[in-house]
């Protein structure tokens, strides 16, 4: 059996995955403000699932990372300071542990899914925030293991902002007063989709994906602006920078937990699919 664990900026998610990918048992609690808070929660929530015997784990941090230590270094939505979350969790654990972005796993899991059409894979979050993860051959790509797409600066209406300051669930409903599940007149959509094409084609023309993945609260309503976000993205096409199919998650409230789990077996050099 293996440990996943998803640590989001308001709910925090622990599953056990058995070898062959099936998830037997999820205990869910609200994540402390405070990382002290946090660790007492885990060990009390852990209780649930002890008597299970975890080989490894992957924990899901939402945020920068220094991987050679197992630390956590900054987040999104949460004002931890740096934490041995590596350490802190094999401790309570009493298994391997190994930490990577949210955003990554995420991106690794639908990569995945579609790996036999596909073997460069753009997987972009739109949620509160913005992330994205590049995905090669399976493999979350260690060059861009910490790119941060959401943090693109852009001239936007006269002045500077970042591009989640502009296209994210956050800054829609700072806008409209609504929530991307709530939107139903088409001018707003098609506003959020020029939204988000100004900052995609950041990505799409240094990255060069053969697909992108959206994914987050924003991007499970692909639908709804799947049209205009790529006929806004078809004005930014050169010969050199042609746009890329896009499709929307498959699992986009299950990608990152899916994630922990594929990236376990990979460590430990097993295939999954």
Known sequence: MYLCVDIGGTKTLLAAFTDEGELSKEVRFETPKVYK????????????????????????????IDRYHGRALGYGNLKWGPASVEQDIESISKCPITIENDAKLAGLSEALLIKNEFNRVLYVTISTGISDAVIINGIIDPAMADSEGGQIWL??????????????????????????????????????ADDIAIGLINLIVIIQPQVIVLGGGVGAHYDSFAEPLNKALQKYATPLTPIPPIKQAKKAEEAVIYGCYELIKQKYGQSTK
Do not use: C, T
Request: zero cysteines; glycine letters at 8%; a neutral charge.
């Open 155 to 192: 001239d936007y209406h006269g002045k500077k902002m970042q591009w989640e300051d502009i296209a994210s669930g956050r800054s829609i409903v700072k806008k409209y007063g609504l929530r991307a599940s709530e939107i139903k007149d088409q001018k707003i959509w098609q506003e959020i």
């Open 37 to 64: 808070d946090f660790l007492e929660q885990f060990k009390i929530n852990f209780e649930q699932i002890a008597d299970i015997d975890f080989k490894a784990g992957v924990v899901a941090v939402p945020g920068r």
